[in-house]
């Protein structure tokens, strides 16, 4: 996994965004392209069958992006609730702060993206918002804790664990209700996206 922290924006751009404008746009530069549909390597993703509708199911917003010179044709990371990203796929290292502020004009972080390339430059990203929580738990890549009642069960990587649960992901579960499952699947280190149902 990598961690960039993006470039601050200058106070033009700054007040700019914050009155709805495109700071590019305003600016003089290229304006942004005709939006698109979500590319279906997103569809996919997500369940949609290919070319079942103009936006995917499960994202919180669907926006086209130009960016040059990045190497792939696809791109993940996680954007966590300081702004930091954490990139989960990509080929390279380029600086994907036009992804995240393309998908920061209408959804806040910490959320899950994904980006696919369209044609040449043009990419399209799909953005999620999750929770996130820190939890330190130093084995696994994914954590889930059903409780109901008494009963209850806690599995690492998918196989049953004779540890205790994390008291972060008890607490996460508890505030829902007596009966719950918690998902945590493990960002960088001891962050984790998390997701609570109650039962």
Do not use: C, H
């Not at 305003?26 to 590319?39: F, M, N, R, S, Y």
């Not at 380029?94 to 920061?104: T, Y």
Request: hydrophobic letters at 40%.
């Amino acid at each position: 996994m990598g961690l960039f922290r993006r470039g601050k924006e200058t106070l033009n751009e700054q007040l700019l965004r914050e009155a709805g404008f495109d700071p590019a746009q305003a600016l003089g530069d290229q304006p942004p392209p005709v939006p698109l549909e979500p590319p279906k390597s997103l569809l996919t993703r997500v369940g949609v069958p290919d070319g079942s509708g103009p936006a995917p199911k499960g994202w919180d917003t669907a926006v086209t992006v130009t960016v040059p010179d990045l190497a792939g044709d696809r791109v993940e990371f996680t954007t966590i609730p300081n702004g930091d990203v954490i990139v989960g796929e990509e080929a390279g290292d380029a600086d994907l702060s036009p992804f995240a502020d393309a998908v920061e004009r209408r959804v806040d972080p910490p959320y899950r993206a994904v980006a696919a390339r369209q044609d040449g430059d043009l990419w399209a990203v799909g953005a999620k918002r999750i929770e996130v929580a820190r939890i330190p738990f130093p084995r696994g890549d994914r954590l889930d804790l059903s409780r109901s009642g008494d009963a209850g069960e806690f599995r690492v990587d998918g196989e049953p664990d004779d540890a205790a649960a994390p008291p972060e992901l008890e607490r996460l579960g508890e505030a829902s209700g007596e009966r719950f499952y918690v998902e945590a699947a493990r960002i960088d280190g001891e962050l984790w996206e998390v997701e609570v149902t109650a039962m």
